[in-house]
């Protein structure tokens, strides 16, 4: 038997009466066709040469089928969806799961088709945020006809709209970052008062509407760590990924895989130091989904560490994700333990980042720390807010 979603019917009669209409309007193609282009987004599978290769992320999630729903696995879903891209043209990136909360935050109670906005973002910036939130005031037809006539070479087709409009929300539904409202076919979406736990509610008021900073709750995977248990994964002598790649061939891909390990090992080494430093200071630690939080009586260090390869679009990946990431941690994710305490905002790096890039961080209430030799090393801001925590940055 078979069906998508409606009725059901014998495979061979859906089958035939499904060729007899035009490609595009093939249902089952339609559903291939985007769960393609999901897996894609989400890193799971690699389409870009002649074959389709099954990444170490596909791998992961693959592992899951069947077993019962795990806090690894929540974990492991909500890091996958949050850090989801999307090329949104002209070689440029954006992450659609959290264009969407932003998108709902900012338009509280917006139609379940206007979540398709999400996916139609060029990038990160608040501009293009700004661009999204304007066609969201637009009626649906009209959304749909701007796009189609704005795209230059892309065909954007009713089907890819309806898809976008049935994933994203699903997603955000699933991991209860949001609430539905509303009646079948009128559904429309607010921020979950406490991310990651939508049966607490719709979130309160925006600060704009209620005059004041709506209180920050913790998502259920949030937990209070010391500098010796924090960032541990892949940081052990013995870790070894290739233990759980058995379905592809691992001389094709030992080399993407010892890199990524090799960076999440760094990664999670500096995050360590840094912890150190921050506990070695009176800091009481917290970490996921954020690297590192560290709480002082009544000021809190957030704490978004990032490795770099050298290369300036690297470079520029990175510090683009910490800026989402700091703010978005910032606004959604702190855990109860903050309280009402101060909390400052410090992306920190390998390695000296560029003037300009730290200037634009600043901009934002971002401070920029990097290693350097034994210690670190910072910014004017970061003096300001990390000086009396580290004695170097004085």
């Known amino acids: 038997m078979a069906g998508a979603g409606h009725g059901r019917e014998n495979v061979e009669d859906y089958i035939r009466r499904q060729l007899l209409k035009d490609p595009d309007d093939q249902s089952f193609r339609t559903t291939a066709r985007g769960l393609r282009e999901f897996f894609r987004i989400l890193g799971f599978i690699d389409d870009s040469a002649d074959l389709i290769v099954i990444t170490y992320l596909g791998l992961q999630a693959a592992g899951f089928v069947g077993s019962p729903m795990t806090g690894e696995q929540i974990t492991f879903w909500r890091r996958a969806i949050r850090n989801m891209s999307h090329d949104g043209g002209d070689g440029e990136e954006s992450h659609p799961y959290q264009v969407l909360l932003s998108l709902?935050?900012?338009?509280?109670?917006?139609?379940?088709?206007?979540?398709?906005?999400?996916?139609?973002?060029?990038?990160?910036?608040?501009?293009?945020?700004?661009?999204?939130?304007?066609?969201?005031?637009?009626?649906?037809?009209?959304?749909?006809?701007?796009?189609?006539?704005?795209?230059?070479?892309?065909?954007?087709?009713?089907?890819?709209?309806?898809?976008?409009?049935?994933?994203?929300?699903?997603?955000?539904?699933?991991?209860?970052?949001?609430v539905r409202i509303g009646n079948r076919g009128n559904y429309r979406y607010r921020i979950a008062d406490a991310p990651g736990r939508a049966d607490a509610g719709p979130a309160a008021p925006s600060v704009a509407a209620a005059g004041r900073r709506a209180p920050l709750r913790a998502p259920r995977t949030s937990r209070q760590v010391t500098p010796d248990t924090i960032g541990r994964a892949a940081t052990a002598e013995n870790f070894d990924e290739f233990a759980a790649v058995r379905a592809i061939d691992q001389a094709a891909a030992a080399e993407g895989i010892r890199s990524r390990r090799n960076r999440l090992r760094r990664h999670n080494l500096l995050v360590q130091r840094l912890a150190n430093r921050l506990a070695a200071a009176g800091g009481q630690l917290f970490e996921d989904p954020f690297d590192v939080l560290a709480l002082f009586r009544n000021v809190g260090i957030l704490g978004e560490v990032k490795t770099l390869d050298g290369s300036e679009a690297d470079e520029r990946d990175r510090v683009w994700e910490a800026l989402a990431q700091l703010l978005y941690y910032q606004a959604f994710l702190l855990p109860p333990a903050a309280g009402q305490a101060s909390v400052r905002m410090v992306a920190c790096f390998e390695r000296r980042i560029t003037e300009n890039h730290m200037r634009w961080l600043n901009q934002q209430n971002i401070a920029v720390i990097w290693e350097n030799g034994q210690g670190f090393a910072g910014d004017a801001l970061a003096t300001n807010f990390l000086g009396r925590y580290l004695e170097e940055l004085r």
């Open 104 to 178: 709902i935050a900012r338009k509280p109670g917006i139609s379940k088709a206007k979540c398709a906005l999400a996916l139609e973002a060029k990038n990160d910036s608040p501009e293009e945020l700004e661009r999204i939130i304007s066609l969201a005031d637009l009626a649906e037809e009209r959304i749909y006809k701007t796009l189609r006539s704005s795209r230059t070479g892309v065909a954007l087709t009713k089907s890819n709209w309806d898809n976008a409009v049935k994933v994203l929300p699903k997603l955000a539904e699933q991991l209860r970052d949001v």
